[in-house]
Every structure is written in C-alpha cells, then in structure tokens.
C-alpha cells in the first residue's frame, strides 16, 4: 500500500450563532467543513480563500488558526485509506458575505452535495467530532490553537 501525506485547509464560518457545513455526497452521514487540498508551493491561508472561491463563489478573509487536525485513514472502507491528512481550521472574518449562501456556486460547486447552516442544537453529526462538540459546547473559536487527532 502507496502512504501519503494530505494537507487540506478547512473553513469555520460562524453567522449568528450557526456554522457552515457541506457534504460531499448523500451516502456520507456526516458533514465537514468547507475547504481542500493544498496545491504544491501554495501558502495556506491562499489555499483557504481559493478554496472558499473554488466551491462557494466568495473568496474568504481568512483569520486566525484555530484547529490543527492529524487524521489516519486505515478504515478499509474509507476512501483515503493509506493516507495520512493534516488539516489546518481557519476562521473566516467575512461570515456575513455566505450569510445568504444556500447552494455551491462556484467552479468546483459539484464536489458539495449539500450546504447547510447549522446551530449547536441541530441533531446532524460533524467530523471532526471535536468541531462537532466545540459547535454545540459554543467553544469553536478560542485564542489559542487546538490540537485534535481524528
């Protein structure tokens, strides 16, 4: 088996009192967070405004660093089995220009099954569970970063 590193930037865009999530396809059971792949020579937070403009239209004001996520795919039935992802969770200051986003519209829009924004007491799942919790505890953004594995 080939083992590789992924790196990906995620966005935590909090309107109201709601996060953006997406799901990439309708068998998935869970959300994520909008975001992708960072490409060869490409700055993170380049990374995360060009995904943001790649899937949903609106280039991102990206801020701080939140999250720091180290995820093994080893699960046989896991798509990214044999792979190693590194995640970087970022804080987008512009939530207010997705405030009306209810469909992907950008150049990449069909990699996103559905959008949705969701509160800490909407019954969905998140992946990671440590946003999931942090979304329903209220403790998503905080001033230093956190670490999570999984």
């Not at 909008?34 to 943001?52: F, I």
Request: glycine share 10%.
């Amino acid at each position: 088996m080939d083992k590789k590193t992924i790196i990906r930037c995620r966005a935590i865009i909090i309107h109201e009192g709601k996060l953006l999530v997406v799901k990439h396809s309708p068998e998935n059971t869970f959300y994520v967070l909008p975001g992708g792949h960072l490409e060869w020579g490409e700055d993170v937070k380049e990374c995360m405004s060009r995904e943001l403009e790649e899937e949903l239209g609106i280039k991102g004001d990206v801020g701080r660093l939140l999250y720091v996520n180290n995820f093994i795919g080893n699960d046989t039935n896991y798509i990214g089995k044999g792979t190693q992802s590194i995640e970087f969770f970022f804080e987008i200051r512009n939530s207010a220009d997705y405030a009306k986003t209810d469909k992907p519209i950008g150049s990449h829009a069909a990699e996103i099954y559905e959008l949705k924004w969701v509160g800490k007491n909407d019954a969905v799942k998140i992946m990671p569970l440590a946003i999931d919790r942090g979304l329903k505890e209220g403790t998503l953004e905080s001033e230093s970063v956190r670490f999570i594995c999984g």
